[in-house]
């Protein structure tokens, strides 16, 4: 696994289409627009630390698993 290799925005577009929702529900919910989501989906965004609290909240997931460094059962993908 290449660690520069950013995994973000897979995990953000999975967590949304898990839940069913567009990248204009997802934007009202984190108070930006369905274009800044589609940004950090495709990775043309970086991520602040404030979004990925929000993010981590609004999906109940952890920083690690959002940020790709532990998989859904909670192993570190790290070593």
Request: charged fraction near 30%; include cysteine.
């Amino acid at each position: 696994m290449d660690y520069n290799q950013a995994m973000y925005g897979k995990k953000i577009r999975d967590l949304r289409e898990e839940r069913g929702w567009t990248q204009g529900e997802l934007a009202t919910r984190l108070h930006c627009s369905q274009r800044t989501v589609s940004r950090y989906e495709t990775e043309e965004h970086d991520l602040n630390t404030a979004l990925i609290i929000s993010l981590c909240h609004i999906f109940q997931v952890s920083a690690d698993y959002l940020l790709g460094l532990e998989d859904e059962t909670g192993a570190k993908t790290y070593r």
